[in-house]
C-alpha cells in the first residue's frame, strides 16, 4: 500500500509488550516516535489505543475493533477491509504502531519499518512477526543508550515496492 510504514520498538527475540504495556519507556524512542508521526494518521487495535488510555495529539487517531469505542477524536473501523479502503485514499505517509496484530496484518503491505531495536530481551506476551531482512534496505537512524539501555533506531526500506 502507497506511503505505508509501520514504526515499533522491538527487544532482541522480537518482543513487543507484556500485560498490554510497553516493555520499555525509552524516552529518545519516544521523542523518535511523536517526532516521526506527528501531522500523520496511525493506525492501532484497540488493545494499543486502551493502553495509551487517550488519542495521540497533532495525529489522525484510527482505530481497529470489533466493538464501539466511545471516544471523541477517534475513526473506528470495524475490519480490515474497510481500513484498507480508507487508508488508501490518504496521500501522506501512515503508520501502523500497534499492537502485534496490526503488525502482523501489514507487514506485508508497508514499504518502510521504524524498528528501534533494544540490545536486550525481557519477557513479552506479544512479538513482532519475523520478516526477512534481506529483502530491505536498511539505515542506522540513531544508535543509543539511555538509562543503561542500548537500541539502534533503523529504518527498513522495502528493496521491491509492493505496490
Ligand atoms: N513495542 C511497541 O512498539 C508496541 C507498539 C504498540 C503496542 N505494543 C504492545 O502490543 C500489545 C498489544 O498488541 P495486541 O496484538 O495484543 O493488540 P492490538 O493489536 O493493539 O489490538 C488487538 C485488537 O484490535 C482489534 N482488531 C485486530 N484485528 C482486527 C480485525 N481484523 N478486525 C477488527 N478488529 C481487529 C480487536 O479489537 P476488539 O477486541 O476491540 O474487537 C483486537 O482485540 C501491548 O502489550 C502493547 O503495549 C507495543
Not at 477517534?74 to 480508507?86: C, P, R
Not at 536498511?138 to 542500548?150: A, N, P, V
Request: net charge negative.
Amino acid at each position: 500500500m502507497k506511503n505505508l510504514s509501520i514504526i515499533a520498538c522491538i527487544s532482541q527475540d522480537f518482543g513487543l509488550g507484556l500485560d498490554n504495556q510497553l516493555l520499555w519507556q525509552i524516552k529518545p524512542d519516544m521523542r523518535f516516535f511523536r517526532q516521526t508521526t506527528e501531522g500523520h494518521p496511525v493506525v492501532m487495535g484497540s488493545k494499543t489505543f486502551r493502553s495509551i488510555g487517550r488519542p495521540l495529539p497533532h495525529r489522525e487517531n484510527i482505530i481497529l475493533s470489533r466493538q464501539e469505542i466511545d471516544s471523541p477524536d477517534i475513526k473506528v473501523f470495524h475490519d480490515q477491509s474497510a481500513l484498507d479502503a480508507y487508508l488508501e485514499t490518504l496521500d501522506g505517509e501512515k503508520f501502523i504502531i500497534g499492537g502485534a496484530s496490526l503488525y502482523n496484518a501489514y507487514i506485508d503491505l508497508a514499504d518502510k519499518l521504524y524498528l528501534t531495536e533494544v540490545a536486550a530481551s525481557k519477557p513479552a506476551d506479544t512479538y513482532f512477526p519475523t520478516f526477512d531482512k534481506s529483502k530491505y534496505h536498511r539505515k542506522i537512524l540513531q544508535s543509543d543508550t539511555y538509562e543503561g539501555i542500548t537500541f539502534e533506531i533503523i529504518e527498513y526500506t522495502r528493496k521491491e515496492s509492493n505496490l
